[in-house]
């Protein structure tokens, strides 16, 4: 069974930064895609941002130029680097994996954006 545990969310102000990271309880390296979905309240859930097995990336419009992903296959961890924080930002962040073919979610890491 594949758990994902998100750590790193928190309280900033508009314009700061805060790192996510995402723990997987197996290897990632095998992992096809991994990526960062937000939600906001009242609103659907969104993808912030994903990266493949081989490390390329793609980035949700909002956060493009603001936000980062990478992994560390070797510590079985994904981040998400946030930049340049906005209050529009703020949400619960989820981790995303497909091992496999089949999905798994975290439990998600709130990040509030004051302004």
């Known amino acids: 069974q594949v758990q994902l545990v998100e750590s790193g969310g928190g309280l900033v102000q508009a314009g700061g930064s805060l790192r996510l990271s995402c723990a997987a309880s197996v290897s990632i390296f095998s992992a096809n895609t991994m990526a960062w979905y937000r939600q906001a309240p009242g609103k659907q859930r969104e993808l912030v941002a994903g990266?493949?097995?081989?490390?390329?990336?793609n980035y949700g419009v909002a956060v493009q130029g603001r936000f980062t992903i990478s992994r560390d296959n070797a510590k079985n961890t994904v981040f998400l680097q946030m930049s340049s924080l906005k209050p529009e930002d703020t949400g619960v962040y989820y981790c995303?994996?497909?091992?496999?073919?089949?999905?798994?979610w975290g439990q998600g890491t709130q990040v509030t954006v004051s302004s």
């Open positions: 995303y994996a497909i091992f496999n073919g089949r999905a798994y």
């Open positions: 990266i493949s097995n081989g490390g390329t990336t």
